[in-house]
């Protein structure tokens, strides 16, 4: 079955970097994704990885893929204020046409 | 201009009134989802939409309908509404390719159920 897990809530300070992180329990996932959600916005896309992929990296962004551990992870490098948001984690799956979400983690960067 | 809108933005209504939400897109996509967001449990797929006659259920479709009226409208009806129904309500496209599928969210619509 499809099950998207995250933790809930992060905190740091600005400047420092976060890592949110993300399990998915379907081995047939093509793309994972990172949306971010900012308040009350809908969701935008941040980035996503190919599942071949172990790594991608974009400006400050970051993500690393561990297929074995079915693993996702978001590293925001020296987080700012403006990053303070929702962020969800999201895979396709082949053949099912449909993304699947995670519960979100709210990360709020303080000054 | 935001390329998929929602009316209403916010919404207050009692237990057992028919509610419409709806979605309009002008990004031309063929498909359209409805998810709600509930604290700690993420966005839940309502219904979606591969084109205007394919409509299908998604996991929590109980107590939801649905109408595709064309291409760039989807609305989301609650026949007669529930507290427990009270959440954020979202709207999204995507376009029609493989496996990959970025959507494009609208601004949500908050509805309390009294």
């Known amino acids: 079955g499809e099950d998207v897990e995250q933790s809930l809530f992060l905190s740091v300070r600005e400047g420092d970097s976060s890592v949110i992180n993300c399990t998915y329990t379907?081995?047939?996932?093509?793309?994972l994704y990172w949306y971010k959600q900012e308040p009350g916005a809908g969701l935008q896309l941040l980035t996503y990885i190919f599942s071949n992929m172990d790594m991608k990296q974009d400006q400050r962004l970051t993500v690393l893929l561990n297929k074995k551990d079915k693993h996702l992870s978001l590293r925001i490098a020296d987080t700012q204020t403006g990053d303070s948001a929702i962020y969800f984690c999201a895979e396709s799956i082949t053949g099912f046409q449909k993304l699947v979400f995670g519960t979100g983690t709210r990360l709020l960067v303080s000054p | 201009d935001a390329d998929v809108t929602q009316t209403p933005r916010n919404r207050i209504t009692k237990t057992g009134k028919r509610i419409m939400l709806e979605c309009s897109q002008t990004k031309g996509h063929d498909r359209m989802y409805w998810y709600r967001q509930d604290p700690g449990l993420g966005l839940r797929l309502i219904y979606y939409s591969f084109d205007v006659k394919d409509i299908n259920k998604g996991e929590i479709s109980d107590g939801y309908s649905v109408s595709r009226q064309a291409q760039a409208k989807f609305s989301l009806s609650l026949e007669s509404a529930i507290p427990n129904q009270t959440a954020l309500y979202f709207c999204?496209?995507?376009?029609?390719?493989?496996?990959?599928?970025?959507?494009?969210f609208g601004p949500g619509t908050r509805l309390t159920v009294l």
């Open positions: 999204a496209t995507s376009e029609q390719t493989g496996s990959y599928n970025e959507q494009f």
């Open positions: 379907d081995s047939s996932s093509t793309y």
